[in-house]
């Protein structure tokens, strides 16, 4: 163990965010990473921990640091150990949008032909539930990718806009569509017409972010968050989030009976029968996510 921590170790990018504690494996060597820092935190280790790091260019997100993000995904879902996973950016920026520098000679028939940004949604799709803790910019495509996530955390200082208008362009991964259910149409018109930014308060009374923490402790406080989700089963705890997620897709009838649906699928599983035993028992479940 002492030798695969020491070797795992030199092939780690240092984190100025958290001593490297020795259940850090090869599986989370930044080494195959240049956008971005993995690794897993919280006491159990039980919360994947995704920042985003392209400080000199505000985390705009390129190509590249997407397709990490991707893949450092799907090492988290096939992770039994990990219930939760946190994004974050810098105390400057979450993300200032996708890169313009990289869009601006892109021609209608290399994003139209070329599938331009069909991997972007992948952080909407894992299973597992995913904690944004933005604090700085959360601009355009930063913006959109925090709204993919499952729980928006911000700090007091982040600013949320869809600026794409100034650009002489739209919002193109869900921005129209999620900040106008996250925060109906008015604000969600005057955001995406004039490129205005909102703050971290507009935001939490407008229902897109769900707590504002002082920027320091934004990042623990999403962990602690994901601690909380990851002791839960993380059998159920996926039926929870499809049953949410559903209700954007679904009409109220349509998405009660999905729900009832997956509410009496709990009652096959050793969780649910764990959950409500431990109740009666007077102690707390201990759930094996079967
Ligand atoms: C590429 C970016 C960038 C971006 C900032 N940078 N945002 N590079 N793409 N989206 C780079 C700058 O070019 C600069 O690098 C460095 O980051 C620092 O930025 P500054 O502008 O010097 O910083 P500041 O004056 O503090 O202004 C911060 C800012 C501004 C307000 C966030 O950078 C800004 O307006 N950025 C663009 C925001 C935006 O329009 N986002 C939407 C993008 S379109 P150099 O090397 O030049 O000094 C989009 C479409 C999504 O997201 C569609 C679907 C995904």
């Known amino acids: 163990m002492a030798l695969l921590y020491k070797s795992a170790a030199t092939l780690l990018r240092p984190s100025k965010l958290a ?3 020795a259940t850090l494996t090869r599986q989370y060597s930044a080494s195959q990473y240049q956008y971005i820092l993995v690794e ?3 006491e159990k280790q039980n919360v994947g921990f995704i920042q985003l790091n392209r400080p000199k260019a505000l985390n705009a997100l390129c190509d590249g640091l997407m397709l990490e993000v991707g893949q450092a995904l799907d090492t988290f879902e096939a992770d039994t150990q990990v219930g939760a996973i946190v994004i974050t950016g810098s105390e400057r920026a979450f993300a200032a949008g996708a890169d313009i520098k990289e869009m601006q000679n892109r021609t209608f028939q290399e994003c139209y032909g070329g599938n331009f940004l069909a991997h972007w949604n992948k952080v909407s799709l894992v299973k597992k539930p ?3 803790a933005v604090n700085g910019f959360a601009l355009g495509g930063g913006c959109e990718f925090a709204m993919m996530c499952d729980i928006i955390y ?4 982040a600013q949320f806009g869809q600026p794409e208008i100034l650009l002489g362009t739209i919002p193109g991964a869900g921005g129209t569509q999620r900040l106008t259910r996250a925060v109906g149409k008015s604000l969600a018109m ?7 930014r909102i703050t971290a308060q507009d935001a939490k009374q407008a229902g897109l972010v769900s707590k504002v923490f002082p920027a320091d402790q934004l990042v623990s406080e999403a962990i602690k968050t994901g601690e909380k989700i990851a002791c839960n ?5 996926a039926m929870a989030k499809e049953a949410i997620n559903a209700a954007y897709e679904l009409t109220l009838a349509e ?3 999905l729900e009832k649906r997956l509410f009496h699928a709990t009652f096959a599983t050793e969780d649910r029968k764990e959950g409500m035993t431990a109740f009666v028992e007077k102690r707390k479940a201990d759930f094996q996510d079967n």
């Not at 089963?233 to 705890?237: G, N, R």
């Open 130 to 132: 995913v904690i944004a």
């Open 19 to 21: 001593p490297l504690t």
């Open 154 to 157: 911000a700090g007091e200082k």
């Open 233 to 237: 089963s993380k059998l159920v705890s």
């Open 190 to 196: 005057e955001m995406v017409l004039t490129g205005d």
């Open 255 to 257: 998405g009660n009976r």
């Open 40 to 42: 897993k935190r919280g």
